[in-house]
């Protein structure tokens, strides 16, 4: 799988946007790009994924470059309650048994009031 | 709706000592299984996996080992803790064709001492 580089911390102002980049320079033709969030002393969640095309959920949205060597996830609105480490992860989508989600560092996304 | 049960939330242990962490899913079925651990201010690191009942995957030689008695049941398990087994244990669920979209429990944090 392709290896992800995120700042590790980021700032953001409640009720404005958020935006989280991460680069994936060495990505495949086959591999998705995925964003979790974990927030402090819980389970990371699950909050969107795309191949090419931007992708929009009720939770974020994901913008993938042309070249796909780089994404940014949008959270519109960012609230304190989006206080989170956000993990970018590129794989293949699962089909294969080895297929793996590799969780790096991440990024601690900190909106202050 | 499917959901996740991990317990228990919290564990101090002394070294040496046997361990049984137990998760359950609720809601689907033939779900793909995961155990993750997760050490202080680092990322996820997957132990084990599995694809169906007594079926194992182990993704890192260590003190541990799982076990899947039942379809939605996946238990991790140690005869002897080790001081570096302290950490946060972490179970997850997917589904067969999306597998990298996977869905967390509350999560164990097991202190060795």
């Known amino acids: 799988d392709a290896k992800t580089t995120q700042p590790p911390s980021m700032d953001c102002a409640e009720g404005r946007a958020a935006n989280l980049p991460c680069n994936h320079s060495t990505i495949s033709g086959n591999e998705y790009v995925y964003w979790y969030r974990q927030i402090h002393s819980q389970g990371p969640q699950y909050i969107i994924h795309?191949?090419?095309n931007n992708e929009t959920n009720e939770m974020a949205s994901l913008i993938i470059t042309e070249d796909r060597k780089s994404s940014t996830l949008i959270l519109p609105h960012a609230t304190l309650r989006d206080t989170a480490v956000y993990y970018c992860?590129?794989?293949?989508?699962?089909?294969?048994?080895?297929?793996?989600?590799?969780f790096g560092e991440g990024t601690q996304l900190t909106v202050n009031p | 709706s499917q959901t996740i049960h991990q317990w228990p939330a919290t564990l101090v242990q002394p070294v040496g000592s046997p361990l049984s962490l137990e998760c359950t899913v609720e809601g689907t079925s033939n779900p793909n299984l995961y155990w993750y651990r997760q050490a202080a201010g680092r990322g996820l690191q997957l132990l084990f996996y599995?694809?169906?009942?007594?079926?194992i995957s182990s993704e890192v030689p260590q003190n541990l080992s799982a076990s899947r008695p039942q379809d939605r049941q996946f238990i991790l398990s140690s005869k002897k803790l080790l001081l570096s087994d302290s950490g946060f244990y972490l179970c997850?669920?997917?589904?067969?064709?999306?597998?990298?979209?996977?869905?967390f429990g509350a999560g164990t944090r097991l202190s060795v001492l």
């Open positions: 997850a669920w997917s589904g067969w064709i999306a597998k990298n979209i996977q869905y």
């Open positions: 795309g191949l090419k």
């Open positions: 599995s694809v169906g009942i007594g079926q």
């Open positions: 992860i590129v794989s293949f989508r699962g089909e294969t048994s080895g297929s793996r989600l590799t």
